[in-house]
Structures are given as structure tokens and as C-alpha cells.
């Protein structure tokens, strides 16, 4: 099967429950930042971005926050459903990366029926 | 955003040979990421790919175990050298702004045995 998210801290949820998911990035400069959604044998998709100059941000059940004093980033899935079972990674980028992408360890979310 | 094919999406291949991996993009972009992400664990950028340039590898790649081509704005490749067990991975292509989300093709899955 596939190894994605093996090694990779689990949040077990209830279907219909919230999900959080938590980052910590690393670079204060960064100014744009990005959640992905990484399903077995596929590459990360695109969830939900914001820019630095937010603290929120929301999507089709999704919220993106952002603490830039304690360089922290959380996603928030409302009624959490199966097809929600993933790997998710949060990513940073800055001007001053070059626009290059810095992903987190990511989190692997496993929803219980 | 733009639409990503990359092949092959896996491959089984003996040490000491060579894999090159395709991602055509539908619409000229200026710059084309490529990641590795090996088993269970995030994505680590191997390199940046602009057209009409050499790529830029970060700390740890290099391009004779990891050259790379970039012939136009909707095509790039990247061969993995010489394999040995370690280069087992999945290798992703991406393309973005910075501005606008990224988007990764679906990733190429090999095997060296």
C-alpha cells in the first residue's frame, strides 16, 4: 500500500465531528501560506491559503488561522467526513524564499464512521 | 490553476540505472519545482527549474545524480542517476507563483531494488 503518512502523527476523528489540525512553521519572513490535502497515490492538492496580513480565513467547511507571534497555523475541517481521510501539510513561502515552498511534517487525519 | 500530467506514475528499477521523470504542464509557466518525498515523511525540494536557466538545487542535491531539463515553458524533466535503494521515493513536479497556491502533479512512485 501506500507509504504517505505512515510515519506521520494520526488524528483520529468521529464522522460528522470537527477536525483540527495544527502547524508550527519556521520562518518569520514568511508571508504566504498554504494546506494541502494528500490522498493515497496522488500529489498534494490544494485546501485553503492566506496571506499574512489575515489571521482568518474560510473556505467550504474549511477555516485557515494564522498566529504570526507564535508562528502557528491551524486548519479546521467542520463535519469531518470520510473522503476528509488524508494526509494534510501546511506550506510557507516569502519573497524573500524565492517563492519556493517549505512544508511542514504533516498530519495524517483518519475518520472513524 | 494549471493542470499537471507527469509520467511515469511508478516504475521498479535496478541500482545503478537511470529514471527520467516528465511533467507537462497546459500552460506556459515560468517556474517548475521538483520534490522528493520519501516514505512517510513530507516533501523536500530538490530543485528550481526556469526556463532558459540552470536549475537551482538546494542543499543536499546535485545535479549530476539529479539533472534536470526545463527545453520550454510547458515542460521539464528530472532524471534520478545512478539509483541506489535510498532513492526510493515519490518524486513530484509543481509549478506556482507564490501568489496563487502551487499545484503538484501526481507524482511519480519508484522503486530501486
Known amino acids: 500500500g501506500e507509504s504517505v503518512g505512515l510515519h506521520l502523527p494520526t488524528l483520529s476523528v468521529q464522522e460528522g465531528d470537527n477536525s483540527i489540525i495544527n502547524c508550527a512553521y519556521s520562518?518569520?519572513?514568511?508571508?504566504?501560506f498554504i494546506w494541502y490535502k494528500q490522498e493515497s497515490g496522488k500529489g498534494p492538492q490544494f485546501i485553503i491559503d492566506?496571506?499574512?496580513?489575515?489571521d482568518k480565513r474560510q473556505g467550504q467547511r474549511v477555516t485557515v488561522l494564522l498566529n504570526k507571534t507564535v508562528k502557528h497555523l491551524s486548519l479546521q475541517i467542520a463535519a469531518t467526513q470520510p473522503g476528509d481521510s488524508a494526509v494534510y501539510f501546511c506550506?510557507?513561502?516569502?519573497?524573500?524564499?524565492?517563492?519556493?515552498?517549505?512544508f511542514g511534517g504533516g498530519t495524517r487525519l483518519m475518520v472513524k464512521p | 490553476s494549471a493542470v499537471i500530467s507527469q509520467k511515469p506514475s511508478r516504475d521498479i528499477c535496478q541500482r545503478g540505472t537511470s529514471l527520467t521523470i516528465q511533467c507537462q504542464v497546459d500552460?506556459?509557466?515560468?517556474?517548475m519545482f521538483w520534490y522528493r518525498q520519501q516514505p512517510g515523511q513530507s516533501l523536500t525540494l530538490i530543485a528550481t527549474?526556469?526556463?532558459?536557466?540552470?536549475?537551482?538545487?538546494e542543499s543536499g542535491f546535485v545535479i549530476d545524480k539529479f539533472p534536470i531539463s526545463r527545453p520550454n515553458l510547458t515542460f521539464s524533466t528530472l532524471t534520478v542517476s545512478n539509483m541506489s535503494p535510498e532513492d526510493s521515493s515519490i518524486y513530484l513536479c509543481?509549478?506556482?507563483?507564490?501568489?496563487?497556491?502551487?499545484?503538484f502533479g501526481s507524482g511519480t512512485r519508484l522503486t530501486v531494488v
Open positions: 509543481s509549478v506556482g507563483t507564490g501568489r496563487n497556491g502551487y499545484t
Open positions: 520562518n518569520s519572513a514568511s508571508d504566504y
Open positions: 492566506i496571506r499574512s496580513n489575515m
Open positions: 506550506a510557507e513561502t516569502g519573497y524573500n524564499a524565492g517563492n519556493m515552498l517549505t
Open positions: 500552460s506556459q509557466v515560468t517556474m
Open positions: 527549474a526556469n526556463q532558459g536557466s540552470e536549475a537551482t538545487y
